[in-house]
């Protein structure tokens, strides 16, 4: 496959289930929806750079409604608000239904 011919490794869930990984699969959503980063066709080292700007741009400037519009960065930084949490929602995956 594609991956395999460029020797990339995927790296994926014990189970293969984005809810196992939810962060991951959130940001990596944000840099391909609002930083576009999959439309650009270039080379590796420039792409490398791409996603570097993108993920400082996402820490650094963009706030976040789980942090209380302040960005990663701040949140971090900071110690008085604590960062919103939230349920996972894939908990019943393993209980099967009653008949």
Known sequence: NTLNKNGILPSMTQNSDPYENAVAERINGILKQEFMIDKYNLD???????????????????????????????????????MRTYKTKNTCKNVFASV
């Open 44 to 82: 590796l080292k420039i792409m490398k750079q791409i996603v570097k700007e993108s993920i400082s741009i996402y820490n650094e400037l963009r706030p976040h409604y789980s942090n209380f519009m302040l960005t990663p960065n701040k949140m971090h930084i900071q110690s008085q608000i604590k």
